[in-house]
């Protein structure tokens, strides 16, 4: 069972539509979770943080965090063609960092 | 802002030659990590340090050594470059364990070895 689990897609939308990407882990005793954005030929950027169950919102950005179910998502409120990219899921455990190998998003203009 | 630096964003090396990959950051960070990264393998963890002279193996450390002899710099290695180290190279640093932060990304060393 790999560490990280996220649907990698491709995933479309049309511009204006919410974008959702999910992610699954398998440690329980995971502390941090991350999204990063990768454009092509790019290395990851961060777009979110979250530590504790429940939602946190930043913009058109929304993480939701639910420990119980092992569950991250990321929520994309108004998706912008410039959304398109590749989300990566990252879960920490002291200094261990465990990626998914990415969904690829396209918003469709 | 945090600024991690890559020393090289592309090279072609050939099979056999000696690869030096050089990665600096400006934030004090403790830890520094090497991953590479490759299509549907995601990123992987190839050596990590958590201080100054000190080093841990990754997922994959075979073929690769790493130097830290300064707190802001991290080194990988390739003793002998060969054609399946072909790949995108990304060095990443972040504060010591214990603190829940993420890790800051360099821009990336594309290598291709032929």
């Known amino acids: 069972q790999k560490e990280v689990e996220q649907n990698s897609g491709p995933l479309s939308v049309p511009e204006g539509a919410i974008a959702s990407l999910n992610c699954t882990y398998s440690d329980r005793g995971s502390q941090s979770f991350f999204w990063y954005r990768q454009y092509s030929g790019k290395s990851p950027e961060l777009i979110m943080s979250?530590?504790?169950?429940g939602d946190k919102e930043d913009g058109r950005f929304t993480a939701q965090l639910n420990k119980a179910s092992q569950y991250v998502s990321l929520l994309i409120r108004d998706s912008q063609p410039s959304d398109s990219a590749t989300y990566l899921c990252a879960v920490n455990k002291g200094n261990q960092f465990y990626f998914g190998t990415g969904t690829s998003l396209t918003v469709i203009p | 802002d945090v600024k991690v630096t890559q020393s090289s964003r592309y090279l072609v090396k050939r099979t056999g030659e000696k690869v030096f990959l050089e990665c600096v950051q400006d934030?004090?960070?403790?830890?520094m990590f090497w991953y590479r990264q490759d299509p549907g393998l995601g990123l992987r963890l190839i050596y990590f340090s958590y201080d100054v002279k000190m080093k841990e193996k990754g997922d994959i450390p075979e073929g690769y050594s790493v130097s830290r002899e300064k707190k802001e710099r991290f080194s990988l290695i390739l003793e002998s470059a060969s054609t399946n180290q072909t790949s995108m190279y990304l060095c990443?640093?972040?504060?010591?364990?214990?603190?829940?932060?993420?890790?800051?990304f360099g821009e990336g060393s594309r290598l291709t070895v032929l």
């Open positions: 990443a640093s972040r504060r010591r364990e214990g603190y829940s932060g993420e890790l800051f």
């Open positions: 979250i530590y504790s169950n």
């Open positions: 934030m004090d960070h403790e830890n």
